[in-house]
C-alpha cells in the first residue's frame, strides 16, 4: 500500500514541475521582453543637453529618426504683429531727402522794360531810350536825350553848365513812359512840351502833351486819369487827340475840345477819388507798374 502511494505521489511531483517550467519560461520571457523595451526607451530618449530635433545616436536607423517638432502656431493677432515688427514697410529714400536747391532770386524789374520810341511831331527829333537801369535806377543819359527830343527847337546846345536847353521835371518824364509801358511799351510822340516864354506848367517844364501810337486817346486819358498828385487834361477834337499831363500837389482834371489854334474855355471833370488818391501817393506810384509786381 504504502509503496503504492509513494508512487502515485512522485507522479503527482513530477507533472506539477513539468507544468511550472512553461510558466517560468513565460515569466522569463515577459521580463526579458521589458527590459529590452526599457532599454530601447532610454536609447530614444533625448539627452538633456541635446537639441530637441537632433536624434540622440548617430547609429539609429533612418527609420527610428526622431521627427522635425514643428514651430508653436500663434494666434492671427500675434503673427500681425510679429510681421510687421519683423518686416517693416519699405522706406521711399527719395522721400528723405532734404530739398537743399535754394529758391531762384526774383530778375531786378527792370530787367523786363524794353526801349521806348520817342518822337516830336513838330521837329520829327527822335530816340529809343530806356529810361531805367537793369535795377531800377532811372538813367539820367537816357532821362536829358528825352528832354532834348522833347524841345521846342530841334538840335538845341545845352546849356554851359551841361544842362539842357530846356529840361522838364523828371516825374513829369517818368509819368510819361508809365503810360507807355502800361501799354505795352507804345511808341511816345510828343506833341508840346517846355515852351519858352510860355507861363504855367509848359512854362517851368512840369507840363508834357502827348499821344501813344495804337492807343486811343479816350483810353489814354482813363488810364492817366488814375494818377495821384497830377493834372490831366483831355484834348478831344479830331485834329488834337491827346492828353496833357502835369505834375502838382492836387489833381485837378479837365476837357477841351478846342480845334488847335483855338483856345476854348476847359471843363472840369468831376473826379470823386481826388482827395484818397492823393493822400496815398508815394513815389513807387511813378514807376512802371511791373516794379510794383516784383
Known sequence: MLRGAGVALAVVLFAGMGDAA????AASARDDASARDDASARDDAPSSSASIDAPTSTNAPASEAVAEVPAPSLPASERADVDVAAEPPPVDVAEEVP??????????????????????QNTEAHADLRLYSDHGSLELTALKELMRVAASVADAPDQENGEVAEPLDARLVQLV????????????????ARRRGAHGKHGSGEALDFKLEGVTASALARYVRTYPRAGIGIYTHPKTQY?????RERSYHWVDGSPPGVTWRERLLADP?????????????DLPETASER
Open 177 to 192: 513812359f508809365r503810360a507807355s509801358y502800361h501799354f505795352g511799351g507804345a511808341p511816345i510822340v510828343v506833341v508840346s
Open 99 to 120: 530739398t537743399t536747391a535754394e529758391p531762384a532770386e526774383p530778375r531786378p524789374w527792370g530787367e523786363a522794360l524794353s526801349t521806348v520810341s520817342v518822337t516830336n
Open 243 to 247: 492828353v496833357h499831363v502835369d505834375v
Open 22 to 25: 512553461p510558466a517560468r519560461d
Open 273 to 285: 477819388t481826388q482827395e484818397a488818391r492823393d493822400a496815398s501817393y508815394v513815389g513807387t506810384m
